[in-house]
T-cell receptor, first 114, second 109 residues
Framework: KAGVTQTPRYLIKTRGQQVTLSCSPI?????VSWYQQTPGQGLQFLFE???????NKGNFPGRFSGRQFSNSRSEMNVSTLELGDSALYLC?????????????FGQGTRLTVV | TQLLEQSPQFLSIQEGENLTVYCNSS?????LQWYRQEPGEGPVLLVT???GGEVKKLKRLTFQFGDARKDSSLHITAAQPGDTGLYLC?????????WGAGTKLIIKP
């Protein structure tokens, strides 16, 4: 079956702009989580959606937002981009989103803010 | 705040050598997962351990969960160039996975 698909793979944006990233989970998975990955920092949790509802949120400013559609596809939006937002953004899907279940990751979107 | 510390951050060894990567915390976790991430790809789950003292083997990789469920180790025997990658541990927190910063492993032929 198809894996997790993230689009686009690469993005270059200018400071102050906004960006929208997309994630299509594995068919049947209702939980989508978003992470920011920077060198040496590991994965920082942004938020998790389950059945169109945000269940959990990490410690990121309000410029970072997301949503999930009825088909479980999810989007993440970052407004007023800053240089420090440059990172690999990963989404992960799972059946339930519970911490002991396997998460399947997409290849990520590499965002560069200049 | 739950934190996971991974060590070493970087390891470069020759093919055939053994190595151990550690994941430590002062917090108790309900489970501990190990992932491997290759350049340009997302992390891929290797194993999940849930019971204190649990040991799981995956070919040449041995994973152990500490008795108190606060730490874990990954031991690789006779490392191969194909083992090269970023190894990440993630602990099952209250509502989300808590991630270590990762160990970048390079196996030289």
């Amino acid at each position: 079956k198809a894996g997790v698909t993230q689009t686009p793979r690469y993005l270059i944006k200018t400071r102050g702009q906004q960006v929208t990233l997309s994630c299509s989970p594995i068919s049947g998975h209702r939980s989508v989580s978003w992470y920011q990955q920077t060198p040496g920092q590991g994965l920082q949790f942004l938020f998790e959606y389950f059945s169109e509802t945000q269940r959990n949120k990490g410690n990121f400013p309000g410029r970072f937002s997301g949503r999930q559609f009825s088909n479980s596809r999810s989007e993440m939006n970052v407004s007023t981009l800053e240089l420090g937002d440059s990172a690999l953004y990963l989404c992960a899907s799972s059946l339930t989103g519970w911490v002991n279940t396997e998460a399947f990751f997409g290849q990520g979107t590499r965002l560069t803010v200049v | 705040t739950q934190l996971l510390e991974q060590s070493p951050q970087f390891l470069s060894i020759q093919e055939g050598e053994n190595l151990t990567v550690y994941c430590n915390s002062s917090s108790v976790f309900s489970s501990l997962q190990w992932y491997r991430q290759e350049p340009g790809e997302g992390p891929v789950l290797l194993v999940t351990v849930v019971t204190g003292g649990e040991v799981k083997k995956l070919k040449r990789l041995t994973f152990q969960f500490g008795d108190a469920r606060k730490d874990s180790s990954l031991h690789i025997t006779a490392a191969q160039p194909g083992d090269t990658g970023l190894y990440l541990c993630a602990g099952g927190g209250n509502y989300q996975l808590i991630w270590g910063a990762g160990t970048k492993l390079i196996i030289k032929p």
